[in-house]
Each structure stands twice: as structure tokens, then as C-alpha cells.
């Protein structure tokens, strides 16, 4: 047996692998399908940590599967967190989909879109007014292009965002 032992030891200091997927659930957003077909999933996933045997419990990786949009051109960039690379939303991207979120969250857009009631976006609104500090209107690039990913997040959605017109009725 102390030989299985040292064996396992010295497996466990040469295996890479630190992590091992468990479960994973997906569930429908929203459970019966969306009104416009615009269905998402959410992905629960359980990771175990093959350093800590017999520990459970470790919080479950969720990950938002939205719904196919168009991007602009340069709307994913390249990261690299720690050495890892990850490809991610570009900022401008990011401010144009929260206008697009903020704009059909108004109550004066909600009977347009057949949507019910639902509290302000208030959050995109907050989250543009960051992004504005750290990039002001004067920057006329960076506006244009979130301007321009606005509009493809609009065209997606199949929402009407082309001014004021979009608001009157028909």
C-alpha cells in the first residue's frame, strides 16, 4: 500500500489537470421561449477541484448563452488576463448594446415592443455615464463606433431606434 501511496503522490505533482467539469444544466431563458424568438440559455456548470478530494460545494460557473446579434468589424478584441487570452467585447460595443437595453426599457417604448411593464434600465444608463467620464463625447471615434454597434444591436433586436420618429405611434 505506501507504495500506492507514493505513486498517487507523485501522479497528482505531474497531472496538469487541476479542475474536473461535473455536472452541467442548461435551462431555457425564458422557460416557454421568447415572445420574438429571442431565446436564450443559461449554462450552470459544476467544476471540481482535483487538488481538494472530496470537496463539494465550490459555486457553479453560470454562463449567459444570448441570443445571435450583429457586430460592427472591431466590436471583439483580443485580452489577455494573467497570460490567458480571451477575445471580448469591445468598450465601444458594450456602450452601444446598453444604450439599445436602455432605450427599450423606457415606458414609452414598452407597448411598442409588446412588452410589458418593466423597471428602467437604470443600470446601462449608470454604466454609459462611466464610460463617458473615461471617454468624453469629445472623442468623436469612440462615439461613432458605439453609435454604429447601437444601431446592429437595434437591427437585431428587431427594434426601431432611428430617432424620434421611433416613438410615434404606427
Known amino acids: 500500500m505506501p507504495h500506492y501511496v507514493a505513486f498517487r503522490r507523485h501522479f497528482e505533482r505531474q497531472n496538469p489537470v487541476k479542475y474536473r467539469l461535473g455536472r452541467v444544466k442548461v435551462d431555457r431563458q ?10 436564450a440559455f443559461i449554462l450552470r456548470i459544476e467544476v471540481q477541484d482535483n487538488s481538494k478530494e472530496g470537496v463539494f460545494g465550490l459555486p457553479m460557473l453560470e454562463i449567459e448563452v444570448a441570443v445571435p446579434e450583429t457586430l460592427g468589424p472591431d466590436a471583439v478584441e483580443a485580452l489577455a488576463g494573467q497570460g490567458i ?22 415606458p414609452a417604448y414598452r407597448p411598442k415592443m409588446q412588452g410589458g411593464d418593466r423597471e428602467f434600465r437604470v443600470k446601462d444608463l449608470h454604466d454609459n455615464a462611466r464610460i463617458l467620464r473615461a471617454l468624453p463625447v ?4 469612440f462615439w461613432n463606433d458605439a453609435g454604429h454597434e447601437f ?17 410615434m405611434e404606427n
Open 30 to 39: 425564458p422557460p416557454k421561449g421568447h415572445q420574438r424568438g429571442w431565446d
Open 85 to 106: 487570452p480571451a477575445k471580448v467585447y469591445a468598450l465601444h460595443r458594450i456602450a452601444g448594446e446598453k444604450l439599445r437595453a436602455y432605450l427599450t426599457s423606457l
Open 138 to 141: 469629445s472623442d468623436a471615434r
Open 151 to 167: 444601431l446592429l444591436a437595434c437591427q437585431s433586436r428587431l427594434v426601431d431606434c432611428r430617432g424620434l420618429e421611433s416613438f
